[in-house]
């Protein structure tokens, strides 16, 4: 089945994936429904050495592409540090890498922090199949560049790898005269992570280290007056 794609221009502009039905209670039985579902793909990433433009020599990013039943997004960070020789960073993934590399065993940090780039979608396509095979991502990126903007180009390509993983969550019960339901449901895998953001290559040195996933989720809310 050919991959689904979505074209936006400044901010992205989607198709609704789901319907989205709300009805506000007034009397006892009334009730109110919300459905909504997204399909998004992310990845991680650190770079090692200096890049054109940029301070540092260490670059630890992250970006999200996602689109939903309400709109869609691409957005993300990467933190420019600038390390001694064989020294990298603390810090975790998905937007909570430490800003201030913290010592250890009473040491002084071997890492500068020197700032964080936001970067948001400029004008891109995003593409996904159903079966959560591959994702690509190609156009404009903007980013903020410590005072200025940029316009890197991008062309991200994810590939699945092993299973998928499965997880639901159901939880019902009432609460201040309602009766409410909710459910959720996620269906993801991870994958690998090629192409490059501007002149940064996610597989073009061999110290390039990246991950990356692919996932679908469905939310469904129901509250029923008493």
């Given at each position: 089945m050919a991959p689904r794609r979505i074209i936006t221009a400044a901010v992205l502009s989607l198709v609704p994936l789901a319907s989205l039905a709300v009805t506000v209670p007034a009397e006892a039985g009334d009730r109110w429904t919300y459905r909504s579902s997204s399909e998004g793909a992310s990845a991680e990433?650190?770079?090692?050495?200096?890049?054109?433009?940029?301070?540092?020599?260490?670059?630890?990013?992250?970006?999200?592409?996602?689109?939903?039943?309400?709109?869609?997004?691409?957005?993300?960070?990467?933190?420019?540090?600038?390390?001694?020789?064989?020294?990298?960073?603390?810090?975790?993934?998905?937007?909570?890498?430490?800003?201030?590399?913290?010592?250890?065993?009473?040491?002084?940090?071997?890492?500068?922090?020197?700032?964080?780039?936001?970067?948001?979608?400029?004008?891109?396509?995003?593409?996904?199949?159903?079966?959560?095979?591959?994702?690509?991502?190609?156009?404009?990126?903007?980013?903020?560049?410590?005072?200025?903007?940029?316009?890197?180009?991008?062309?991200?390509?994810?590939?699945?790898?092993?299973?998928?993983?499965?997880?639901?969550s159901y939880e019902r019960g009432s609460e201040g005269g309602y009766e409410f339901v909710y459910k959720y449901d996620s269906t993801s895998r991870e994958a690998t992570v090629t192409g490059r953001i501007g002149v940064m290559g996610f597989t073009d040195d061999a110290d390039d280290v990246s991950s990356g996933s692919i996932a679908r989720t469905k939310t469904y809310k129901r509250s029923t007056s008493r």
């Open positions: 990433w650190v770079e090692y050495g200096e890049l054109p433009g940029v301070g540092g020599n260490v670059h630890v990013g992250f970006l999200q592409a996602e689109t939903s039943s309400s709109g869609g997004r691409v957005f993300g960070k990467v933190f420019d540090y600038a390390c001694d020789p064989g020294e990298v960073p603390g810090g975790g993934g998905h937007g909570g890498h430490l800003e201030e590399p913290v010592p250890t065993h009473g040491e002084e940090p071997t890492c500068d922090f020197l700032g964080k780039r936001p970067l948001t979608e400029g004008v891109v396509t995003f593409t996904i199949d159903r079966k959560l095979n591959t994702a690509r991502l190609t156009g404009t990126l903007v980013v903020d560049n410590h005072g200025s903007t940029a316009t890197p180009p991008v062309d991200m390509t994810w590939t699945g790898v092993g299973e998928l993983a499965q997880f639901t």
